[in-house]
């Protein structure tokens, strides 16, 4: 069965909204985004694989996007619901339960992590399937194997990729690659140290690393990803990171 361990919604929904790196992974995909959306409004937007609804509550609310968040855990559309947004879709991104050509926009923010290996391309291949000509899809993905921690453990992490990995996927799904970019790169050697030396050393089982921390620590860890942002957003793409946002416009 693929999906995340549903313990980690409760966890998402506790800090989503204020943790560092929910903060500053929002503001690298909106400095990817908007530059190539040029100020157009999407007339109806997927969140293929919505966790907790936060993301789709958000560009409802503070952009007025039409949404449609979709999940394959009932725990994250309970979330969802509390935020207002009316139904929620309940299905997998390997079928998703759309016509084709529904959507001008398809986002799926670290979804991709949680498949078997080599089933990215089918989920590429669907969110392709359901977009217009045109049409734009994002998508997050942890990036290299050896980043692998204790907490992607702990949320069911099943592979991570490469950006030639995804590249190729969205090739294969009739998308052609807009913007593609590593991000989360300056805390990169501190995360190699933690989840290769400390966390083996220490002996420590899988658990969560979504937890609130200090405010100056989150203030602290926040930013360097608030110096990637304006770096993205200026255009300059990152040639390694913890994390993968690629986007792909559908050409036919």
């Not at 919505?50 to 509550?57: D, E, F, I, P, Q």
């Amino acid at each position: 069965m693929t999906g995340m361990n549903p313990a980690e919604f409760a966890n998402i929904a506790q800090s989503e909204r204020d943790f560092w790196w929910y903060r500053g992974m929002r503001d690298i995909l909106f400095r990817m985004l908007d530059p190539l959306l040029g100020g157009r409004k999407p007339s109806r937007v997927l969140e293929a694989g919505c966790g907790t609804g936060y993301l789709s509550a958000l560009l409802q609310t503070e952009r007025g996007w039409p949404m449609v968040p979709l999940d394959l855990a009932s725990e994250g559309l309970r979330y969802t619901r509390q935020l207002g947004l009316r139904e929620p879709v309940q299905a997998d991104i390997l079928r998703l339960p759309f016509p084709a050509a529904s959507f001008d926009l398809a986002l799926s923010m670290d979804v991709f992590v949680h498949l078997e290996r080599g089933d990215e391309r089918h989920a590429a291949a669907e969110l392709a399937r359901v977009l217009r000509p045109g049409g734009l899809a994002v998508v997050r993905a942890a990036a290299f194997d050896f980043l692998r921690s204790r907490h992607s453990e702990f949320v069911f992490e099943r592979q991570r990729f490469t950006r030639a990995g995804l590249k190729k996927a969205f090739a294969a799904a009739g998308l052609r690659v807009v913007r593609s970019t590593y991000a989360n790169t300056l805390l990169s050697p501190v995360a190699l140290a933690k989840f290769r030396l400390w966390e083996p050393l220490t002996t420590q089982h899988a658990s969560s690393g979504v937890e609130p921390v200090a405010p100056w620590l989150n203030r602290a860890l926040g930013a360097p990803l608030a110096f990637e942002a304006a770096c993205i957003g200026a255009g300059l793409n990152f040639p390694f990171g913890q994390s993968i946002v690629i986007v792909g416009e559908k050409v036919s």
